[in-house]
């Protein structure tokens, strides 16, 4: 189960450039289509992106996910350092806000902290939920987004 601990512990920062590969990737997979061509070309052409009123080819809404499996070792990674075990592991839910835009080409650093840990019993099961907190902050060290990550761990 969670090592509580580990409440309040940051995460070592992680800086990552957003690839406009990695959008389209992203995007062709939630948007269940086979090909760069089926996707919203805001996503992939930068004409068409400005011409949507965009600076450059923007991120979809939910793509900000993708950096936690980037950075510190990935999911496992922050699983273990947790203490958290994978075969237990639930990501209940994810929560987005917004203080600017992140474009493909953007230098991006990740900070992460374990802002809460708490126990429960559902279904005469024993729920460990621990919740992450992660600011993005761009090249010219603006906050653009802030997300919190809601994990939860199932007990025997």
Sequence with gaps: MADRSKLGMEFPAYTFTIEKDKIIEFVIAVSQKNSEEQINLIYCDEEAAQK??????????????????????????????????????????????????IYAGDVITRKMKVIDMSK???????????????????QHGELVLKTRTKLMEIGI
């Design 52 to 101: 949507a009123g965009y600076r450059g080819i923007p991120i979809p809404p939910t793509f900000p996910t993708c950096s936690f499996f980037w950075t510190g070792g990935g999911l496992m990674g922050t699983a273990k350092i947790l203490g958290i075990d994978l075969s237990r592991l639930l990501h209940r839910e994810e929560e987005y806000e917004y203080f600017g835009n």
């Design 120 to 138: 429960k019993i559902t279904r005469n099961r024993l729920v460990e939920v621990t919740i992450l907190e992660t600011e993005l902050t761009n």
